[in-house]
T-cell receptor, first 114, second 112 residues
Framework: DADVTQTPRNRITKTGKRIMLECSQT?????MYWYRQDPGLGLRLIYY???????NKGEISDGYSVSRQAQAKFSLSLESAIPNQTALYFC?????????????FGEGSRLTVL | GESVGLHLPTLSVQEGDNSIINCAYS??????FIWYKQESGKGPQFIID?????DKRQGQRVTVLLNKTVKHLSLQIAATQPGDSAVYFC???????????FGAGTTVTVRA
C-alpha cells in the first residue's frame, strides 16, 4: 500500500460544484501539503499544515480551503469549482523538521472542471 | 515570478549517454536544494539533495552540482537508461522553512 494515498485519482466535474480531494498518510509525519501541477508551471503550493492545529496558505490558496482532520488526514476543497482549477493535485508529507527536506508525494488526483 | 527554473523544458538523450539537466535559481538565501523525478502517472520522487555549503554530491548514477556564484544547479545522470525517462524538477528552500519552491521541470526522453 502507498504511504500517501489520494482519493479520488480522477474526477470530472462541472463549474460551480463543490469538490473534495482527500489525502491520508501512514508515514507518521506531522507536516502535510497540497500542491497543484500545471504543464510548464511545475508544482505550486496551495496550503500546508505543520501539525493538526496549524493551517497555512501557500502561494495560490484563493478558491481553495483545507481541513486537517487528524495527523494522518488532510483534505482539499474547492467550494465552487471553476475551469481554471483543472489540474493535477498532489498531497505530500514530510518530517518535522524534514530530514533532508524530502517531501513524500501521493500519486496525484487529476481534476477536470467543465 | 518563479525563483527556480530550468533552462530547457525537454531533453532527448541516447541510451547509454550521460544526461545533464540544468536549473537556475534566484534566491541567494536558499540553503537547500533537491532534485525530484516524476514518472508518468506518478507523484514526484526524491532523487538527491545538496546543501549550500557543498558544491557537489554524488548518488547512485547521479551527481548534483551547485554553483552559488551564478546560482545554478545541475543534475547529471550517468549512462542514461530507458527508466530514466521522466520529468525532473529542481526545488529550493528559499525561506529555510522547508516549503519548497519548484521549477517548471524538464522532460527527459531516452532514445533506444
Amino acid at each position: 500500500d502507498a504511504d500517501v494515498t489520494q482519493t479520488p485519482r480522477n474526477r470530472i466535474t462541472k463549474t460551480g460544484k463543490r469538490i473534495m480531494l482527500e489525502c491520508s498518510q501512514t508515514k507518521g509525519h506531522d507536516r502535510m501539503y497540497w500542491y497543484r501541477q500545471d504543464p510548464g508551471l511545475g508544482l505550486r503550493l496551495i496550503y500546508y499544515s505543520f501539525d493538526v492545529k496549524d493551517i497555512n496558505k501557500g502561494e495560490i490558496s484563493d478558491g481553495y480551503s483545507v481541513s486537517r482532520q487528524a495527523q494522518a488526514k488532510f483534505s482539499l476543497s474547492l467550494e465552487s469549482a471553476i475551469p481554471n482549477q483543472t489540474a493535477l493535485y498532489f498531497c505530500a508529507t514530510s518530517d518535522s523538521p524534514p530530514i533532508g527536506g524530502e517531501l513524500f508525494f501521493g500519486e496525484g488526483s487529476r481534476l477536470t472542471v467543465l | 515570478g518563479e525563483s527556480v527554473g530550468l533552462h530547457l523544458p525537454t531533453l532527448s538523450v541516447q541510451e547509454g549517454d550521460n544526461s545533464i539537466i540544468n536549473c537556475a535559481y534566484s534566491n541567494s538565501a536558499s540553503d537547500y536544494f533537491i532534485w525530484y523525478k516524476q514518472e508518468s502517472g506518478k507523484g514526484p520522487q526524491f532523487i538527491i539533495d545538496i546543501r549550500s555549503n557543498m558544491d557537489k554530491r554524488q548518488g547512485q548514477r547521479v551527481t548534483v552540482l551547485l554553483n552559488k556564484t551564478v546560482k545554478h544547479l545541475s543534475l547529471q545522470i550517468a549512462a542514461t537508461q530507458p527508466g530514466d525517462s521522466a520529468v525532473y524538477f529542481c526545488a529550493e528552500n528559499p525561506f529555510n522553512d522547508y516549503k519548497l519552491s519548484f521549477g517548471a521541470g524538464t522532460t527527459v526522453t531516452v532514445r533506444a
